[in-house]
């Protein structure tokens, strides 16, 4: 079993758990095999109902009236093997029965069972998902996996990245040979992607003409969900979506509108890049007028570069030529977009707001985020001419915006120099978001008493 950041999250829930508990995420993204494994290690007694495979239950749960003859119909549905208090029932696909989403509160209120749903598409189909119903369900996103996933998968052990955690946390050098192997692991990570098939399809063969398949029949699939929403929505998904590669390409990597239509607003085609965000198939990285606390006054949606979800399904549009390119870490290469898209994917998963921050006068910033309760640049370089860096001295040197320490991610080990700390690539698995040691805040008005 691949080592997912979401097993521990439903393995807390199978605990613990008393509501609900939702996994989203994109398509193809191994949510049905990981909540499947965890229930049988769990060892919980569970059924099973997939809405895909046995389109006939919508039917038959949709006509139940309340939640007891529901619960009457999941008990025929699944042949009497329900244990009060004891079965979980797992509702998989359940964006092909949206009203079930709804009516786990009644469920959840019934006490019976405890329920765990899995399904895709739900940022699309239910888009008040965050709201209903409040306080009986747990939802978590799930993503491809990150570049730790992938490394523990083919074989990097986990004493190697508490090692490189320590590093990070005291800015030290780590070992030449360690460095060089992780870059290795890190360039095939940009080839073969976190597509949980891909991944498994290259540690059984590691034929990359096979993962390539595998990337080219799961962009077939969004193609046909593109397809459908587009019928019904007049959508322009599959041209915003094939034009991407195009648009990281260029220079500031900033998606340009008329890439899929001239004379295209914004306005026009909003709903289309909210759409592929919702269905977790793109990452949006928005700009902000200036990188000062916090950042999401200055957020200007407008503009906005756009990253695939899974680095390998960017690759995928490469040729067998430049893949073997990479994976050799050839220099003539430029690697500044699927860099850069690692970074998103791994800003993402780590529950980061992340944005970029460009200037006519000062320059641009890659990527510019709150990290610890400060603004922090992100820098992004693929070449040997990571020091290279105007843009970022002329943003540290203004006294405006009072930024004490700015991270340069490359292939370069670590090191330090004023407030700029250069960070191998892959150590931006490091940057967790700062948790609130203490949320509980008690208003003290008792001596207003007195007055």
């Known amino acids: 079993m691949l080592e997912r950041l979401a097993k521990r999250k439903i ?17 193809q993204i191994g949510k049905t095999y990981l909540i499947r494994e965890c229930l049988k290690e769990s060892g919980f007694p569970y059924v099973e109902i997939n809405f895909i495979e046995q389109p ?21 549905t699944a042949n009497g093997k329900l244990k009060k208090g004891k079965t979980i029932i797992f509702l998989d696909e359940v964006q092909e029965f949206k009203d079930i989403v709804t009516r786990v509160k009644f469920l959840v209120e019934e006490g019976s069972f405890r329920y765990i749903m899995s399904g895709s598409l739900l940022g699309v189909e239910l888009n008040d998902l965050r709201s209903a119903p409040v306080g009986y369900m747990e939802i978590y996103d799930m993503y491809p996996m990150g570049f730790k996933e992938f490394a523990l998968a083919v074989g990097i052990n986990k004493e190697i990245f508490e090692m490189l955690e320590e590093k990070f946390k005291n800015k030290a050098v780590v070992d030449e040979y360690v460095h060089s192997k992780l870059l290795e692991v890190f360039y095939l990570y940009l080839i073969v992607g976190g597509m949980p098939e891909a991944v498994d399809v290259y540690l059984r063969t590691n034929d990359l003409e096979k993962v390539a398949q595998v990337h080219e029949k799961i962009i077939r699939l969004y193609k046909q969900d593109f397809s459908k929403y587009e019928i019904r929505y007049k959508l322009k998904l599959r041209e915003i979506y094939d034009a991407m590669p195009g648009q990281l390409d260029q220079k500031n990597k900033r998606f340009q509108l008329n890439s899929i239509g001239k004379g295209m607003s914004y306005d026009r085609v909003e709903n289309d890049f909210l759409w592929l965000k919702d269905a977790g198939v793109v990452i949006p990285v928005y700009n902000v007028a200036e990188p000062k606390l916090p950042l999401v006054i200055s957020e200007n949606r407008n503009l906005f570069k756009l990253f695939f979800s ?10 067998n030529q430049v893949k073997l390119a990479i994976l050799n870490q050839d220099k003539s290469i430029n690697n500044g977009a699927l860099f850069e898209n690692v970074v998103a994917q791994e800003l ?32 992004i370089k693929s070449g040997k001419d990571y020091k290279r860096h105007s843009a970022l001295n002329n943003i540290l040197q203004n006294q405006d915006y009072q930024i004490d320490e700015a991270l340069i991610f490359s292939e370069g080990n670590v090191e330090i120099n004023g407030k700029r700390v250069y960070l191998p ?10 948790k609130l040691e203490n949320t509980v805040y008690k208003l003290d008005l008792s001596g207003l008493k007195n007055i």
């Open 11 to 27: 393995q807390e829930w199978l605990k613990t758990g008393k509501d609900a508990f939702m996994l989203t995420g994109a398509r």
């Open 56 to 76: 006939q239950l919508v039917d038959v749960f949709s006509k139940a009236k309340d939640a007891k003859e529901l619960l009457m119909r999941l008990s025929l």
């Open 310 to 319: 899974d680095v390998g399904l960017l690759t995928s549009r490469y040729s």
């Open 348 to 379: 993402l998963l780590h529950g980061h707001k992340e944005y970029y921050f460009n200037s006519k006068k000062q320059g641009e910033l890659d990527f510019v985020i709150e990290l610890n309760g400060k603004v922090t640049p992100l820098e």
């Open 425 to 434: 690539i892959y150590m931006i698995i490091f940057l967790e978001e700062a």
